[in-house]
């Protein structure tokens, strides 16, 4: 969850009210908010130093730090939050958001290249704005906020800002070898090529985290006015000669995505909150953005939307018996302006800055938040119920009781894994196991789904291995696999995972485990039968040869248990000899 700074005379004066840390607390919590903590901007950077004697010029004042909800960026700001609360409590009208054309539109021509890297740009121009310090910094702080929220750390939307007077449209978006582009980024005193500038900022605490998102590509996304002049290298950082100052009038705002609805959202977001301080508040210039294809599209977006909802079905879900007037005004006061169209039906204007509601259901939600979660009477369900266990949860929970008596120490690991410890790491081939993969994996350490819990157990004890032997661990947990039968393309299986860790291979101390496990589930020893079970010989490769047996019951492979090999071993980093013991419960 997002969490803002506010200044607290600054909020104060805005809201026209000065309020009592406890009852602004209040006001927060009624309008679906959280006051996080109150503080100063001399004790924020005292904490984080960790040294009480700060003794810099740090401000002494009061600011509040406000936890936002994630999906509302309209208060990602001072100028959204004050304007949320006002209209909440009723002392200002729901804005109304306008884009006007002017006789001769900037436009942006998006060049075919860009589809290599980053296709999408979207942009808009304030005009006549007035800065002061405290709304500079919180354009600034806007932006960032947005980058590490909906543009996810700029991968999907970066953001670029910049002095309209100190450029000449038409501006051009391309995509070049990063050996040709050179320019002065911001800040900066001398010129770099796009190479240079990832070795410069490769040890950067703020930018080095962005490098990666281009720096592999053959062709880097760049930005140019008319006179070739950079505004930007997106994602990493604005050129020098457009950077907004106070004195800035014209803002010309750019956005570069891989998702262009995300990159409409966050324009819209950002015209919309500062907008207010234009020549014409809440008016934005529209920029004429030409496609690779040759289409022209008009931005920013800023679309109305209406839609229409029972106030019954409202009064049903939050649990309240509410006239439908009465829930118009409430969702009027959420910033969804609302009349009745009949006796039961409620027409709500979306507007631009409320890219969160997407279904019927967030309406409601906001509804309940502006009635008051207090105020909704608790009330008993009018079907009866008895609740139970899942049976397969019981049976683990039943089985955990035991194993631990056998002297083992359960574990909870990781449900996702790398491609190497569920293959490469076991001696086997990934093609063969055909894992569950992620599509956009953050880490190699988080690629597929695990196939089986022995990994997980195994870097347990490569981190643990230092601690008194023997280790006996084990984990009931699920596992992933392929199902092409499903909706989904993949099922879940419980399964019971077991090792033994010692001087020596301890073989015979989890095949006792196993046996002890088919006593408590009453499944008899013998071959004969299909309700028993017996062990026979397997070969297998993560196993030493000729220490591996496969469980055979119900005249069907449910589980394994061996000496590992010791190449295996020695690939989680462990330096003695290990068993261990794998069987699917639900086929038992």
Do not use: W
Not at 83 to 104: A, M, N, S
Not at 138 to 157: G, P, T
Not at 204 to 230: G, T
């Amino acid at each position: 969850m997002p969490t803002i700074t506010v200044n607290r005379s600054v909020l104060f004066e805005a809201l026209e009210k000065t309020y009592t840390d406890e009852e602004f607390a209040d006001l927060c919590f009624d309008f679906g908010l959280e006051l996080d903590e109150v503080t100063s901007e001399k004790a924020m950077v005292a904490k984080e130093q960790g040294d009480t004697q700060v003794t810099s010029d740090l401000s002494e004042e009061i600011v509040y730090k406000i936890d936002i909800p994630a999906n509302r960026y309209d208060l990602l700001c001072v100028e959204g939050l004050v304007r949320g609360l006002l209209i909440f409590l009723e002392k200002i009208d729901i804005p109304v958001y306008q884009k006007v054309e002017p006789e001769t539109p900037q436009r942006l021509h998006i060049k075919p290249s860009t589809a290599e890297v980053r296709p999408h740009c979207v942009a808009a121009v304030l005009r006549n704005i007035t800065f002061n310090k405290a709304r500079y910094n919180s354009f600034i702080e806007l932006q960032e906020k947005l980058h590490q929220n909906l543009c996810r750390k700029r991968s999907l939307v970066a953001i670029g800002t910049h002095d309209l007077d100190t450029l000449e449209g038409p501006f051009s978006y391309e995509a070049l070898p990063p050996s040709e582009i050179k320019f002065q980024p911001l800040n900066q005193s001398r010129s770099f090529t796009a190479s240079e500038l990832m070795d410069f900022y490769a040890t950067d605490s703020h930018l080095r985290h962005y490098l990666p998102i281009i720096r592999d590509k053959p062709v880097y996304p760049v930005i140019y006015d008319s006179n070739r002049v950079v505004l930007s290298l997106p994602p990493i950082i604005n050129g020098d000669h457009s950077k907004i100052t106070l004195d800035t009038k014209n803002i010309f705002i750019e956005c570069t995505a891989t998702d262009l609805n995300k990159a409409k959202a966050v324009l819209d977001t950002m015209v919309t909150m500062f907008s207010q301080y234009c020549g014409n508040p809440f008016q934005v210039e529209v920029v004429e953005v030409v496609q690779a294809d040759g289409t022209v599209v008009k931005y920013p977006d800023l679309a109305y939307r209406k839609e229409v909802i029972s106030a019954k079905t409202i009064n049903s879900k939050v649990g309240i018996s509410e006239d439908p007037a009465n829930i118009a005004s409430l969702l009027t006061k959420m910033c969804l302006k609302s009349h009745l169209i009949d006796e039961d039906q409620i027409e709500i204007d979306i507007p631009p800055t409320r890219t969160d509601i997407i279904h019927a259901c967030d309406i409601i939600e906001d509804v309940a938040i502006a009635y008051g979660y207090d105020n909704i009477s608790y009330t008993f369900p009018q079907t009866y119920a008895t609740a139970t266990q899942v049976p397969m949860n019981q049976l683990g929970d039943l089985l955990r009781v035991n194993i631990a008596a056998a002297g083992f120490s359960e574990v909870l690991t990781f449900a996702l894994c790398s491609r190497e410890d569920i293959a490469d790491k076991l001696r086997l081939n990934i093609n063969d196991i055909k894992p569950v993969h992620i599509s956009n994996p953050k880490t190699a350490e988080f690629q597929v789904a695990r196939t089986m819990l022995l990994p997980g157990l195994l870097k347990t004890l490569s981190n643990n291995k230092n601690m008194p032997l023997p280790l006996k661990l084990f984990e009931i947990s699920d596992v992933v696999l392929q199902d092409s039968s499903r909706d989904n393309g993949a099922k879940n299986e419980r399964h019971l995972c077991a090792v033994y860790y010692n001087k020596n291979s301890g073989f015979e101390v989890l095949h006792g485990l196993m046996d002890r496990i088919m006593q408590l589930l009453d499944v008899k020893y013998a071959s004969d039968s299909a309700a028993n079970y017996y062990i026979k010989p397997l070969e297998d490769p993560t196993f030493f040869p000729g220490r591996c047996a496969e469980i055979i019951a119900g005249n069907q492979s449910v589980g394994k248990f061996g000496v590992l090999h010791p190449d295996v071993i020695t690939k989680f980093e462990l330096n003695m000899p290990c068993s261990a013991l794998e069987i699917n419960i639900e086929k038992l």
